[in-house]
């Protein structure tokens, strides 16, 4: 068994030609002639080996064939390790070599209902990277398409394979080479694109995955483990995004991103502080390009879409050219947030995020603590900030109600991303309380956001200024009821015993 180490970076295939033509590629060692790679995956009818995340392949490259056996990998910023299994191809299946007894069984109990499924064929261009002693990295560019009956989709990719060396050496020759091309990392591979294809399987936003931190963990690994999380919401929705006008991909980048911002905060301690500051403040101004998309898609669909289906009489006009104006500008934000959506942007930022990820050192001091009791710290610190925004929101001004939700959705990610190394029934009850208090804090915020907004469209036009504070008022009884219903809710949260008590 190997174990292949590689990064697979995506690139339009214009950009083909200055890859090309880009210093580090065009002065690398040639491996030869490019060459056409036929391959054909196999698996049963109803995907028993999808199931289990193995793949099996037979490439046939000129007169040579070879059967290759490849498990599920760990991917994060494109960066993907897995174990493989390659050998000479002779017609029939050969297994002898998986030493892996799982994969082994799982592959001869099927053996027999194995066919075809879909099928790849690609252009393979192959240079080697040697830029010192210890370090050589194969830089593959195919191009070519993925073929699932009568359905196909491109490929066009730069993979960088590790032949010597450590994945930061293809991360920092990622890194080079992004600052000049339009590269965004990809963890999903050929394989996985066929079987989406041959499912017909149309891409959902990717949310936040469980915390799956444990309790052998130094804090600045849980801190990778974590980071790596959240960097595969961002990586996934980012690249969907570009494909589809679905608004979610862009709400879930953001989530993504204010994660991460969280999570670097909640970490400071174990971390680099230069590292921490850098990179908050490149991750909140990289989200604040698709802000208002999120707003003004909240702002129809939960304060304005409701106040129009129930309204009767003579606000109906002027509520009518108000919600004009508001989708006009709802559509103009999410034109402007498919522009700003600059691939060569969102994937230099992924690349150099994931290989200063890898370079964080640890600190003696903080390694010697451990995580559970980082995690006590880190949480009362967290909730100990609630509480006096708590008692600040007590007047019920819109100001100091937003500040109260900004301090409470971080310590629900601070509870997320613990989840694992408390008690999972009382977190999982707290974590509740908390988002049904964020939830309505959150309807709190959008009304007065939208107040902001609606008045600003209406301007001086008084029959547009009278249809915003009828939204308004229409929302006011709910809006007073979850106010006070929240700052109810929270008093014994924030008060009383939690999860991660002693």
């Known amino acids: ?17 200055a890859l090309r033509r880009h210093p580090i590629f065009s002065s690398a060692a040639r491996q030869g002639n490019a060459v056409t790679l036929d391959n054909t995956y196999f698996d049963t009818p109803g995907l028993a080996l999808k199931q289990r995340k193995v793949a099996l392949r037979i490439r046939r490259h000129g007169r040579v064939r070879l059967q ?35 994969v082994l069984k799982l592959l ?17 261009e192959t240079r080697l990277y040697a830029p010192r002693e210890g370090v050589r990295i194969l830089m593959m560019i195919d191009t070519g398409e993925v073929i699932a009956g009568e359905q196909r989709e491109p490929i066009c990719e730069l993979e960088l394979e590790l032949v010597e060396g450590c994945p930061l050496d293809l991360l920092l020759l990622a890194c080079e080479l992004a600052a000049d091309l339009p590269l965004l990392p990809n963890d999903v591979s050929k394989a996985e694109r066929g079987y989406r294809l041959h499912l017909g399987y149309e891409p959902e936003a990717l949310r936040a995955e469980l915390s799956t931190i444990n309790l052998e963990e130094t804090p600045v690994e849980a801190f990778r483990t974590l980071a790596f999380s959240c960097l595969r919401q961002w990586q996934a929705n980012a690249s969907a995004a570009t494909h589809s006008t679905k608004p979610e991909f862009i709400h879930q980048l953001r989530v993504a991103l204010r994660r991460l911002r969280s999570l670097l905060a909640l970490f400071a301690p174990a971390l680099p502080a230069d590292f921490v500051a850098d990179w908050r403040e490149r991750l909140k101004h990289n989200a604040d390009r698709f802000g208002d998309t999120r707003d003004l898609d909240v702002l129809y669909d939960e304060v304005l879409a409701p106040v129009v289906a129930a309204a009767t009489g003579v606000e109906e006009p002027s509520l ?21 959506l600059d691939l060569a942007t969102q994937g230099r930022l992924l690349i150099e995020f994931t290989a200063a990820l890898h370079a ?59 989840a694992p190394l408390f008690r999972a029934k009382a977190g999982k009850r707290y974590l509740q309380c908390i988002v049904r208090a964020q939830d309505a804090l959150g309807f709190v915020n959008d009304v007065d956001v939208a107040r902001g907004r609606l008045l600003g469209w209406a301007g001086e036009d008084a029959e547009l200024r009278a249809a915003a504070a ?33």
Not at 68 to 88: D, Y
Not at 108 to 124: D, I
Not at 371 to 400: G, M, N
Request: glycine share 4%; hydrophobic share 40%.
């Open 1 to 17: 068994m190997s174990q292949e180490i590689e990064l697979k970076l995506n690139l339009p295939t214009k950009a083909v030609p």
């Open 68 to 102: 290759t056996v490849k498990c599920s990998a760990v991917s994060a910023g494109g960066l993907t390790q897995r174990p493989e299994w390659e050998h000479p191809y002779s017609g029939a299946f050969d297994f002898s070599a998986v030493d892996a007894p799982k």
């Open 108 to 124: 001869k109990r099927h053996e027999a209902a194995l066919q075809p499924v879909f099928s790849t064929r690609f252009r393979r």
């Open 320 to 340: 009518t050219r108000l919600t004009g104006l508001a989708v006009a500008a709802r559509d103009e934000a999410r034109d402007a947030a498919v522009h700003d």
């Open 360 to 418: 964080v050192p640890t600190s003696d001091l903080i390694e010697a603590v451990d995580l559970r009791s980082f995690a006590r710290l880190q949480l009362t610190r967290l909730r100990k900030k609630v509480r006096r925004r708590f008692e600040a929101a007590a007047d019920l001004v819109p100001a100091h109600l937003h500040a109260l939700r900004i301090a409470l959705k971080r310590l629900r990610y601070g509870v997320e991303f613990f």
């Open 470 to 502: 009828f939204v308004s008022g229409w929302h006011s009884p709910r809006y007073a009821r979850l106010a006070r219903r929240a700052l109810r809710e929270l008093d014994p949260l924030l008060w009383g015993k939690t999860p991660w008590s002693r």
